[in-house]
C-alpha cells in the first residue's frame, strides 16, 4: 500500500514538473514572438513617437538592420532597446548585431555589400536600396569637461529619427526636387555669414533631396520636376512676372517655403520695402505685415526684446513633437504676419507659431534702440509663420515665416534645437512625406543621488544592521518552533 502511494507521489510531482517546464517553455515563446516593452523613465526617453509607431505598422516590406558597433560602445545598449522596441511594433523588421572583434568575417561582408565608409554604424537595408547611418549621425556628444577628464559623454540619442529616415529611404526611393530661388539678394550657401542655409541643404541631401538654385527673373514657368521651391530672406522685390509665376505653379499642386524678412530701404529716413510676393500671399489667406516683432516675455537677452522665442505652437504636425517636447525656434528681428481669409475658398490658412501676448510689432524705425510700443504698432499676439492648404483636388501647400534668420548659423546650429527641427519639418510636410517629420533627440537623463554624513549611516544601520539581525531572529525563532 505504501509502494503504491509512494509511486502515486512521485508520479503526480513527475506531472507537475513536466507542466512548470512547458508552462515556462511556452511562455518564453511566446514572450520571444509577441514581447512587449515598457518605459518608466519619467522623461519617456526610451517611448516611441506616434509617427515611428505609424510607419512600422504599416511597413510592407522587409526591411533588414545591421548594427556595425562593438558590444562596449556607449551607445550600444540605447540602440539595441531602440531597435527592440521596432521589432515589437512590425514583424517585418529584422536586426543582426555584428561585433567587429567576435564576427569580423560577416562585418567586412556588410561594409562591402553596402559601401560603408566608417567603423561604426547602422545600416538598413530592403532588397536593392540601402542606407547607412554613421554613429556622429545618432549620437550628440558634450565636450565640455573633455580638456578635465579627457572623455566626450553621451549628450543626447538621436537615434529614432535618424533611424526612421533611413528606413523610409530605403521603402520610398522617391528623390524631391527643391529650388532656392536667387537674384533678389537671398540667402546663398556660399556667401560669407550664410553657413546656415548651407547645413540646411546639406541635411536635406542627407535625406535623398536634390537641391539646386532657380533663377526666376525672365523665366516663363517653374520647372515642371520642382517639388519645392523655397525663398529664403529676399532683400530686394520679385517682379510682378516672378509673382505670377510662383502663384501659377503653387495653383496647379505645387509647394512654397517662404522666408520673409521685414525688408527695410534706407534713405533720408528709414522705411519698410516690399517683397513683391504681398499680394499673392494674402490671395491665399497670409497677409505681410510691415514691422519689427518686439517679445519681452520671450526675449533672449535683456534690452534686446527684438530676439526672442517662438514658443506658443498650433496643433499641426509640422510643431506637434515641438510643442510635445517644449523646443523653442529662435527669431531674429522678425516681421508679424496675419492669418485672413483667401479669396479662394479652397485654400485654407492657419497660424504654425506666434508670439506671447505681449508682443507688439514695431513701425517706427526712426529710434530702434529705444523702442516703446504706442498705438500705431500691430498688438497683441502675433503670427510668425503660417501653413496654408488647399481643400481641393490639387495639393498645393505653402509655409510662410517672417524672418530667414530661423535658418541662419547661429539659430540652425543652436543647441535649443528646434530651428533644425522646425525647418525640416516643414520641407517633411510641403512635399507629403509627412512620415519624415523631423523627431526631437532624447535627452540622456542622469540623475545622481547625493546622500548626507547622516543618511549615510542611516542606510548602512538599516541595510547592513538591522535587516540581517530581523532575519537572524525570524530564523532563531523558526527553529525553535520546529524543535517542539
Not at 378 to 406: E, F, W, Y
Request: hydrophobic share 40%; charged share 30%; proline share 3%.
Amino acid at each position: 500500500m505504501n509502494r503504491k502511494k509512494e509511486i502515486l507521489k512521485g508520479t503526480n510531482w513527475s506531472i507537475f514538473i513536466i507542466l512548470c517546464i512547458s508552462l515556462f517553455v511556452i511562455v518564453n515563446y511566446l514572450s520571444i514572438r509577441h514581447f512587449k516593452t515598457f518605459d518608466m523613465t519619467f522623461s519617456g526617453e526610451f517611448s516611441l513617437s506616434e509617427q515611428t509607431k505609424k510607419f512600422l505598422k504599416n511597413l510592407k516590406e522587409e526591411i533588414e538592420i545591421y548594427v556595425l558597433l562593438p558590444v562596449g560602445d556607449e551607445s550600444y545598449e540605447r540602440v539595441e532597446r531602440l531597435l527592440n522596441s521596432f521589432k515589437s511594433e512590425s514583424p517585418k523588421i529584422k536586426v543582426e548585431f555584428l561585433d567587429p572583434e567576435k564576427d569580423r568575417e560577416k562585418y567586412e561582408m556588410v561594409l562591402k555589400k553596402y559601401s560603408v565608409t566608417t567603423p561604426n554604424a547602422v545600416v538598413f537595408a530592403n532588397k536593392e536600396r540601402s542606407k547607412w547611418v554613421e554613429k556622429d549621425q545618432f549620437v550628440e556628444y558634450d565636450f565640455s569637461n573633455y580638456q578635465f577628464d579627457g572623455m566626450a559623454k553621451v549628450k543626447s540619442f538621436k537615434g529614432e529619427g535618424s533611424f526612421l529616415n533611413a528606413m523610409y529611404e530605403v521603402v520610398d526611393p522617391r528623390k524631391p526636387k527643391i529650388y532656392f530661388t536667387i537674384g533678389h539678394g537671398e540667402r546663398r550657401d556660399f556667401e560669407e555669414n550664410n553657413k546656415g542655409i548651407y547645413l540646411f541643404k546639406e541635411r536635406l541631401s542627407k535625406e535623398g533631396a536634390v537641391t539646386e538654385e532657380l533663377q526666376t527673373i525672365g523665366l516663363a514657368e517653374i520647372p515642371e520636376d520642382a517639388s519645392l521651391v523655397i525663398v529664403a530672406g529676399p532683400q530686394m522685390p520679385f517682379t510682378k512676372q516672378e509673382e505670377e509665376i510662383l502663384e501659377r505653379y503653387f495653383e496647379r499642386g505645387g509647394a512654397l517655403f517662404l522666408f520673409l524678412d521685414p525688408v527695410i530701404e534706407e534713405g533720408k529716413e528709414m522705411k519698410f520695402g516690399k517683397t513683391g510676393l504681398e499680394e499673392m500671399c494674402e490671395r491665399f489667406g497670409v497677409e505681410l505685415l510691415d514691422g519689427l516683432i518686439v517679445d519681452p516675455e520671450a526675449s533672449l537677452l535683456a534690452g534686446r526684446a527684438q530676439t526672442f522665442f517662438g514658443v506658443n505652437y498650433s496643433h499641426h504636425s509640422i510643431t506637434s513633437d515641438l510643442e510635445k517636447n517644449k523646443y523653442p525656434i529662435l527669431f531674429i528681428l522678425a516681421r508679424p504676419l496675419k492669418v485672413v481669409d483667401a479669396v479662394n475658398k479652397d485654400y485654407k490658412s492657419e497660424t504654425l507659431i506666434s508670439t506671447s501676448s505681449a508682443a507688439w510689432g514695431e513701425t517706427n524705425l526712426s529710434n530702434l534702440k529705444d523702442v516703446k510700443k504706442d498705438e500705431k504698432d500691430h498688438q497683441g499676439v502675433l503670427t510668425l509663420s503660417a501653413v496654408v492648404s488647399s481643400k481641393g483636388k490639387n495639393k498645393s501647400r505653402m509655409v510662410v515665416v517672417g524672418d530667414s534668420d530661423v535658418i541662419s548659423e547661429g539659430a540652425f546650429l543652436s543647441q535649443l534645437g528646434g530651428n533644425s527641427i522646425f525647418a525640416l519639418n516643414c520641407v517633411h510636410y510641403l512635399v507629403e512625406q509627412e512620415e519624415r517629420i523631423s523627431i526631437p533627440p532624447k535627452e540622456v537623463s542622469r540623475q545622481s543621488i547625493v546622500l548626507t554624513s547622516t543618511q549615510l549611516i542611516t542606510n548602512f544601520v538599516i541595510l547592513v544592521v538591522l535587516f540581517p539581525f530581523i532575519i537572524a531572529v525570524f530564523g532563531v525563532f523558526v527553529y525553535f518552533v520546529r524543535r517542539r
